[in-house]
């Protein structure tokens, strides 16, 4: 093993013996090089004579080597903003904004240490990070039955776990709290670790759980750490903010999870890509919260270290460019506003979601599950075959929507305008009725 990652091992096993026990093989033999960045860093700020002949970029004149065909298409950011390598951490400037809005938009978090985010490349790159790190082949991975398929590729395929799922909605419409439980103690039988995945707003359905519900999933994990299983989350707030419903939680499950029990781990993977609307800036952060008795700084640093390795050992880094561009944006005035303005869109969109699918016309052709948050909602087909009805929908009505197994139908309402809503659910009812007949 490599002296640095002995090293952060050794810090992390002093803090917290149960979060070094989480890490996956991999993980433990992650580390962050002293290397080429470590040593042009020192030549920056050491190398008297202005002669950094360490990193492997082009300079002329003392600036950045840029083409002019490129960078006039570049308005308020520099070629250094844009076309030098970030480091694999991120910038800090954008990590420590991000850390303050994580504060800002999830007011608990102020009385809790966690982690400065680091910067991935969104969060599927954020994801695909954490599975390196923190799952082993074998590992379970338990998350609802209605989840975004990209998981099965980055844990079940990438990293051959196992994907349990419960059913998402009991009889009431609400978090199955008790088929959660249920799996959660049954998985934790013999094993010394579990991982949970938990999505909200979630994606396919739209659904966020309420602050009740919230405690409730907390409590059922609290209790299966307390009982001698590690335990690791993945708080997966890709639709973070866009909560439509008075009971909704507004503040991510990551709040309610730290610090509770040594043996409970929680990640936040958050990101500028849908929360501000910028989904190819692809511009993601992974964050931790753990209970360290006043020791998180230490431990904390292993872990951003070790992250930064693995983004180090994938992608080298994010894009700077898209760095600078949402930091920019973030430190603009009119930033908040302009958030307000485009979630009123999008919540009356889901409003008028709401108000079109209570039509009884559509009673026995199809129901909608919960939603009340985030870019989804989903439809539970009831007289036919669902990718049957998509392929149907789209060769005679030029229709485009989602299948998910032999029932569901997904509907992305944050494109469609709100005046086609009406017209694209008449469609729907007019495909069931032409597979019918």
Same mark, same amino acid.
């Given at each position: 093993? $490599?002296?640095?990652?002995?090293?952060?091992?050794?810090?992390?096993?002093?803090? $917290?013996?149960?979060?070094?026990?989480?890490?996956?093989?991999?993980? !433990?033999?992650?580390?962050?090089? *002293?290397?080429?960045?470590?040593?042009?860093?020192?030549?920056?700020?050491?190398?008297?004579?202005?002669?950094?002949?360490?990193?492997?970029?082009?300079?002329?004149?003392? *600036?950045?080597?840029?083409?002019?065909?490129?960078?006039?298409?570049?308005?308020?950011?520099?070629?250094?903003? @844009?076309?030098?390598?970030? =480091?694999?951490?991120?910038?800090?400037?954008?990590?420590?904004?991000?850390?303050?809005?994580?504060?800002?938009?999830? =007011?608990?978090?102020?009385?809790?240490?966690?982690?400065?985010?680091?910067? #991935?490349?969104?969060?599927?790159?954020?994801?695909?990070?954490?599975?390196?790190?923190?799952?082993?082949?074998? +590992?379970?991975?338990?998350?609802?039955?209605?989840?975004?398929? $990209?998981?099965?590729?980055?844990? @079940?395929?990438?990293?051959?776990?196992?994907?349990?799922?419960? =059913?998402?909605?009991?009889?009431?419409?609400?978090?199955?709290?008790?088929?959660?439980? %249920?799996?959660?103690?049954?998985?934790?039988?013999?094993?010394?670790?579990?991982?949970?995945?938990?999505?909200?707003?979630? $994606? =396919?359905?739209?659904?966020?759980?309420?602050? *009740? /519900?919230?405690?409730?999933?907390?409590?059922?994990?609290? &209790?299966?750490?307390?009982?001698? #299983?590690?335990?690791?989350?993945?708080?997966?707030?890709?639709?973070?903010?866009?909560?439509?419903?008075?009971?909704?939680?507004?503040?991510?499950?990551?709040?309610?999870?730290?610090?509770? %029990?040594?043996?409970?781990?929680?990640?936040?993977?958050?990101?500028?890509?849908?929360? +501000?609307?910028?989904?190819?800036?692809?511009?993601?952060?992974?964050?931790?919260?753990?209970?360290?008795?006043?020791?998180?700084?230490?431990?904390?640093?292993?872990?951003?270290?070790? #992250?930064?390795? @693995?983004?180090?050992?994938?992608?080298?880094?994010?894009?700077?460019?898209?760095? /600078?561009?949402?930091? &920019?944006?973030?430190?603009?005035?009119?930033?908040?506003?302009?958030?307000?303005?485009?979630?009123?869109?999008?919540?009356?969109?889901?409003?008028?979601? !709401?108000?079109?699918?209570?039509?009884?016309?559509?009673?026995?052709?199809? /129901?909608?599950?919960?939603?009340?948050?985030?870019?989804?909602?989903?439809?539970?087909?009831?007289?036919?075959?669902? %990718?049957?009805?998509?392929?149907?929908?789209? +060769?005679?009505?030029?229709?485009?929507?989602?299948?998910?197994?032999? #029932?569901?139908?997904?509907?992305?309402?944050?494109?469609? %305008?709100?005046?086609?809503?009406?017209?694209?659910?008449?469609?729907?009812?007019?495909?069931?009725?032409?597979?019918?007949?």
């Amino acid at each position: 093993m $490599n002296l640095l990652a002995k090293e952060l091992n050794d810090i992390i096993r002093d803090v $917290n013996e149960h979060v070094y026990e989480m890490l996956s093989n991999v993980g !433990k033999e992650l580390f962050f090089p *002293k290397g080429i960045l470590s040593q042009s860093a020192e030549a920056k700020a050491k190398a008297k004579k202005n002669l950094n002949a360490t990193i492997g970029m082009a300079t002329e004149k003392g *600036k950045t080597m840029h083409l002019a065909s490129l960078t006039r298409m570049l308005t308020g950011v520099t070629p250094e903003e @844009a076309l030098t390598y970030a =480091p694999s951490f991120g910038i800090l400037p954008l990590r420590q904004k991000w850390h303050e809005l994580q504060v800002k938009k999830n =007011p608990s978090l102020s009385r809790v240490p966690i982690s400065l985010p680091i910067v #991935t490349n969104a969060i599927t790159h954020g994801l695909s990070v954490v599975s390196d790190m923190w799952v082993d082949p074998g +590992d379970a991975i338990i998350l609802p039955d209605k989840l975004w398929g $990209n998981y099965n590729l980055i844990f @079940a395929v990438r990293r051959a776990a196992r994907m349990v799922t419960f =059913p998402f909605f009991d009889q009431k419409g609400g978090f199955n709290l008790k088929a959660f439980e %249920e799996c959660v103690q049954k998985e934790s039988v013999g094993r010394k670790k579990i991982i949970i995945l938990l999505n909200f707003p979630n $994606n =396919p359905t739209g659904y966020t759980i309420s602050d *009740k /519900e919230g405690e409730g999933i907390a409590d059922i994990l609290s &209790k299966s750490a307390a009982s001698g #299983t590690n335990v690791i989350v993945l708080c997966d707030d890709a639709y973070f903010g866009l909560f439509y419903g008075e009971d909704t939680l507004k503040e991510s499950i990551f709040t309610k999870l730290i610090g509770r %029990e040594p043996r409970l781990l929680a990640l936040k993977l958050d990101a500028a890509t849908k929360e +501000d609307f910028v989904w190819g800036l692809r511009v993601g952060f992974i964050t931790y919260g753990l209970k360290a008795q006043d020791r998180h700084a230490a431990a904390y640093d292993a872990l951003e270290r070790k #992250t930064a390795g @693995a983004v180090r050992g994938s992608i080298s880094n994010a894009s700077h460019l898209s760095q /600078e561009l949402v930091l &920019k944006a973030f430190d603009s005035p009119s930033y908040w506003e302009e958030k307000k303005d485009k979630f009123e869109i999008l919540k009356e969109r889901a409003l008028e979601v !709401k108000k079109v699918i209570a039509d009884p016309k559509y009673k026995g052709s199809f /129901e909608a599950y919960p939603f009340n948050s985030g870019y989804f909602m989903c439809l539970k087909i009831l007289k036919t075959d669902a %990718e049957k009805l998509r392929l149907h929908l789209l +060769d005679k009505y030029g229709v485009g929507l989602i299948s998910l197994g032999a #029932t569901d139908l997904r509907v992305a309402f944050s494109s469609l %305008e709100k005046d086609d809503i009406q017209t694209l659910f008449d469609i729907v009812l007019s495909g069931i009725n032409d597979i019918a007949s």
